[in-house]
């Protein structure tokens, strides 16, 4: 992905420059527009890549998960607006967690831009918060097609998108948005489960239940892992 970067930086700016010396042209158009989509690609590439070998820049804090929930999910509402959708923010205010802020909010952001990407037209994308005993329970619901019931296993893998041809040359896309979710889902031990109702709606919900006090910012993952694989075996011998 680093290798592919450089030549997509050079083809850029000297699309840039050919636009400066002649003007408006479509073909210098496809051009940006085409390295635009690849610069995204490559992005999300090296996003996973990260995610899956440890790389990620994971920083656990306890932060107000009610305030980053919103404060992600409230600049989507311009693009539901202009594509003739309902969009709804049903946030308990007041809840917090130990996590990557930034992560949680970039996973947010995937789920909302796909339920947005595959509702119909006219159709409600809802985004809830709510505290379930001790657990934060976060939904991302919208109307549409759903997925076929066969899918469920396979729309977290990357590269994986719907063999509806008709969909995907609407949404665009790689297939990677849902993987980089999944990781940062496994990263902070989360659960996700699917309510799916072809042909009507889906609703993705994942589930997060408060780490150990121990686990902090000044804690690696593995760490935490060790520690905790430790406490279960003194649990055990006694």
Not at 25 to 40: A, C, E, F, G
Not at 132 to 158: A, C, H, M, P, W
Not at 162 to 169: E, K, P, Y
Not at 215 to 232: M, P, Q, V
């Amino acid at each position: 992905s680093h290798e592919l970067k450089t030549p997509l930086t050079v083809i850029s700016a000297n699309a840039d420059v050919l636009s400066g010396e002649i003007g408006e042209n479509k073909w210098l158009n496809y051009i940006k527009s085409q390295t635009d989509r690849m610069n995204l690609l490559v992005n999300d590439l090296l996003s996973l890549t990260r995610l899956e070998n440890n790389n990620a820049n994971f920083i656990f804090t306890d932060f107000n998960l009610s305030l980053a929930i919103t404060n992600t999910a409230l600049p989507f509402e311009c693009r539901a607006f202009e594509t003739n959708k309902k969009f709804i923010v049903d946030v308990e205010d007041g809840l917090t967690i130990n996590g990557s802020e930034q992560h949680i909010k970039q996973m947010t952001a995937i789920f909302i831009d796909n339920a947005l990407k595959y509702s119909n037209d006219g159709g409600i994308v809802r985004v809830s918060l709510k505290k379930q005993n001790d657990k934060k329970v976060l939904s991302i619901y919208n109307t549409g097609s759903g997925i076929k019931d066969s899918e469920k296993d396979k729309i977290f893998e990357r590269f994986y998108r719907t063999d509806d041809s008709r969909t995907r040359i609407s949404v665009g896309g790689y297939g990677l948005g849902l993987a980089i979710a999944k990781s940062i889902i496994d990263k902070h031990k989360f659960k996700i489960s699917i309510e799916n109702f072809e042909g009507e709606s889906i609703n993705f919900i994942i589930t997060m239940e408060l780490y150990k006090k121990y686990f902090s910012a000044h804690n690696t993952r593995k760490e935490a892992e060790i520690y905790e694989h430790n406490s279960t075996d003194v649990q055990r011998n006694d």
